[in-house]
């Protein structure tokens, strides 16, 4: 029987895996697309659509894999996910239509949950039986360090002159590299100890809902930026270097994200927390169309990948310790909240930034809609007796 990985090696082979289903297999979408708008004359609206059937498959994988039905099966339908989101980045960079794209983006939504939820479970299970709880930040971490990666690839693959397409069939084989390190590092470990039966219904708590409904808010805010920042960068003539730059700067600040707010929310508290971390955000999504040069768009990077991986964070955590009876179906509430808006943000802003001709008024709903999530979970925090 093979020794357990010790919590260290689980927390870094979470790290890997969330780099190459999260940091790549979802985001590496964001450098690329500008190349994929030109050489194939995509509108922004269709690249809104291609990003929010991403996020539809995303939604629709977190829902089920909150379920009871995977219990025992999680380690094999982790690889199974990371191999699919490998394979599916490389055959975006082998075909050249919207319907092709819809159909690949939606199926790497649905890899990209399945890794995140299963490989969580295993790792959070691990690390709470060794109260290592400090280490859920490494994990965490690996969406800002799959982005950074990413876009060190772009960064060398524009100095080549490489069209979009070789984006794509580098991502894919990055990705199964980092698949051969998960395996090396996390073996077939399993979750510790799964939650067995029905869970019970979530409370009818106010406090829960404005939660859910923040969350979903803040879905809608953040993805605007995640989806159409270096669109905004090719808009302004910053150049391909350029733009793995801005793109790679989100990356890094994402990286320690998650361990610095949660410092602060253990100072300050976890709604506390939340809220300034959406205000810090609504000036890096505002900043990426008001600030000229190319202070907005680097600005934007830092905030926005300085924020968005930690609010994630906080908002499942808040959910539940609302519903502490519930954590699967509280998880998966809130993922559908958060999941909606995720699905309409890049839709909406495609369609503005088409009418208008650029990201400004689409920029700005996001920003509202940040600064609307902050608020509401501001007002949430529970009041003392």
């Not at 150049?239 to 600040?253: I, K, S």
């Not at 202070?295 to 609010?311: C, D, E, S």
């Amino acid at each position: 029987m093979n020794a357990l990985p010790s919590p260290l090696r689980l927390a870094f082979a979470g790290m890997i895996a969330l780099a190459v289903a999260m940091g790549i297999g979802r985001f590496v979408y964001t450098p690329i697309l500008p190349g994929m708008m030109e050489a194939l004359h995509l509108t922004p609206a269709d690249a809104g659509w291609i990003a929010s059937a991403n996020y539809l498959g995303y939604l629709v994988g977190a829902m089920a894999a909150a379920g009871g039905w995977a219990h025992g099966r999680e380690p094999m339908l982790m690889f199974a996910s990371l191999i699919a989101s490998a394979l599916l980045a490389g055959l975006m960079g082998l075909n050249e239509t919207v319907t092709a794209f819809l159909v690949i983006r939606f199926l790497a939504g649905l890899a990209s949950a399945f890794v995140m939820v299963f490989m969580s479970s295993i790792v959070f299970s691990h690390l709470a039986e060794a109260d290592r709880g400090d280490l859920q930040a490494l994990h965490f971490g690996g969406v800002g360090l799959g982005i950074a990666a990413s876009s060190a690839l772009l960064a060398v693959l524009v100095t080549e002159h490489a069209d979009w397409s070789a984006g794509w069939l580098w991502s894919g084989g990055i990705s199964l590299a980092g698949l051969l390190l998960v395996a090396l590092l996390a073996g077939s470990a399993r979750p510790a100890n799964g939650v067995a039966g029905r869970e019970p219904a979530l409370p009818g708590d106010r406090s829960l809902t404005k939660m859910i409904v923040a969350y979903g808010l803040f879905g809608f805010g953040y993805v605007v930026t995640a989806t159409f920042l270096i669109a905004i960068v090719r808009q302004g003539g910053g150049g391909r270097v350029f733009e793995a730059t801005v793109w790679m700067v989100a990356g890094l600040a994402g990286f320690p994200s998650t361990w610095l707010w949660q410092k602060l929310a253990g100072r300050i508290g976890l709604y506390a927390a939340y809220a300034v971390t959406c205000l810090i955000e609504v000036v890096g999504v505002t900043a990426s169309v008001v600030v000229k040069g190319a202070a907005g768009p680097l600005i934007a990077g830092v905030l926005l990948g300085g924020t968005f991986i930690a609010i994630t964070a906080l908002g499942i955590q808040m959910g539940r310790q609302l519903a502490p009876r519930a954590p699967r179906r509280v998880f998966a509430v809130m993922t559908a909240a958060f999941g909606v808006g995720q699905i309409v943000g890049p839709v909406a802003a495609g369609l503005l930034a088409q009418a208008s001709g650029n990201y400004t008024l689409a920029s700005f709903m996001a920003a509202a809609a940040l600064l609307a999530s902050g608020v509401i979970a501001w007002s949430a925090a529970p009041k003392s007796p």
